[in-house]
């Protein structure tokens, strides 16, 4: 019974933009929820989300997700619905000035990083206001991760 509530208080992730972390430095993080229909749901439960080249755009106060591809749920028949078709995100009005602002600064964007199922059974999407890397240092980063690897294997090896 006590491992039910522990697997509940956390969330189960649909999809990752691992590409992300990897092109941008991101700065903050933000939870948005996102306007969905039960097929959607459905299909996301199946595991049927996918989030390589999304972004945000925030049109006319509202911010709205280009790019995320929900395949068709398999039982849907004429309620499913387009699986690229744009939808929106909820955030509060100040979160959404904020962003606007922010990424209208040059070389600021905003992307998703992970879409998931909050504790209640809510999709939630984990969006960030990044920057772009430039190539120097995305290898920078590269660098760092193969001598942190390396010295931590060294560690290991000489723990034993």
Avoid: C
């Avoid at 993080?29 to 229909?37: H, N, Y």
């Avoid at 390589?52 to 309620?79: C, M, P, Q």
């Avoid at 206001?129 to 001598?147: C, N, P, Q, T, V």
């Amino acid at each position: 019974m006590a491992k039910e509530k522990n697997d509940n208080k956390r969330n189960k992730q649909i999809a990752v933009n691992r590409k992300a972390r990897h092109e941008y430095a991101i700065e903050e993080t933000f939870e948005a929820g996102i306007v969905l229909t039960g097929t959607e749901v459905r299909s996301l439960r199946e595991g049927g989300g996918q989030l390589t080249d999304t972004f945000v755009l925030i049109r006319k106060g509202e911010a709205w997700i280009y790019g995320l591809h929900i395949r068709a749920y398999s039982h849907g028949n004429r309620f499913n619905q387009e699986p690229d078709r744009v939808r929106k995100l909820l955030f509060h009005k100040k979160q959404i000035r904020y962003l606007d602002q922010k990424a209208s600064q040059a070389g600021y964007t905003i992307i998703p990083l992970s879409l998931y199922f909050s504790p209640e059974g809510r999709v939630k999407v984990e969006v960030a206001l990044a920057k772009g890397k430039k190539l120097h240092d995305k290898r920078d980063a590269i660098a760092k991760r193969d001598s942190d690897r390396d010295t931590a294997r060294a560690l290991k090896d000489h723990n034993r």
